[in-house]
């Protein structure tokens, strides 16, 4: 149980276009989604927070236009990078929780390459 | 903020051995999980423990919460177990995970 799905697992694209992650919980219901970005050789940093049907939290230095979050559902929230620039390279991790206090349930991730 | 810090941050074992990671954190904590990260970037949830012992097969891992550790044991190790371990840890202020640096293990055939 407690799956996680996230897709496309890579993208490759060219500078300005906009980039949608997806992420979802196929046998549980997430109250909370959270998204991380991973940079080679380092930690995951928390970028912002969403629980279904409010607006994310964002975390500081994270531009909230730049990466637009969406948690329509309790089983889906949405991560689009808009205008994508090479220094929005990154590997970018999804989680999910059913509750507070409870696990977090990991994606596979996003490898996100802009040309 | 709570601060998370792991040792060692790099460790090379010889197939077999036996090794133990630590987690130590600056406030109390609510839950406290540990993960593998394998070389493809996905993240296995090992343990979820905010406090206690827990054991699946070679791993283990114990949690003291009132003096704010987590010790996670690899016991004969395998080529397969290289890969970068992570605690986080959700604190008592906040409604989010925070992560340590990781250690990265390398098992040598």
């Known amino acids: 149980g407690a799956v996680v799905s996230q897709h496309p697992s890579r993208v490759i694209c060219k500078s300005g276009t906009s980039v949608k992650i997806e992420c979802r919980s196929l046998d549980f219901q997430a109250t909370t989604m959270f998204w991380y970005r991973q940079f080679p050789k380092q930690s995951l940093m928390l970028m912002a927070t969403?629980?279904?049907?409010?607006?994310?939290?964002?975390e500081q230095g994270v531009e909230k236009d730049k990466f637009l979050i969406n948690h329509a559902s309790l089983t889906l929230s949405t991560l689009t990078v808009t205008s994508a620039h090479p220094e929005d390279s990154s590997f970018y991790i999804c989680?999910?929780?059913?509750?507070?206090?409870?696990?977090?349930?990991f994606g596979d991730g996003t490898r996100l390459s802009i040309l | 903020g709570i601060q998370v810090e792991q040792s060692p941050p790099d460790l090379i074992l010889q197939e077999g051995a036996n090794s133990t990671l630590r987690c130590i954190f600056s406030?109390?904590?609510?839950?406290l999980q540990w993960f593998h990260q394998n070389p493809w970037g996905q993240l296995i949830n090992l343990f979820y423990?905010?406090?206690g012992t827990k054991q699946n097969g070679r791993l283990s891992a114990t949690t003291v919460a009132t003096e704010r550790y987590s010790l996670l044991y690899i016991s004969s190790s395998q080529t397969t177990d290289s890969g970068v371990y992570f605690c986080?840890?959700?604190?008592?202020?906040?409604?989010?995970?925070?992560f340590g640096a990781g250690t990265r293990l390398f098992v040598k055939a």
């Open positions: 969403s629980n279904e049907g409010s607006k994310a939290t964002y």
């Open positions: 989680s999910a929780q059913d509750g507070f206090n409870q696990p977090q349930h």
């Open positions: 986080a840890v959700g604190y008592t202020g906040g409604f989010k995970t925070i």
């Open positions: 423990i905010p406090s």
């Open positions: 406030d109390s904590v609510n839950n």
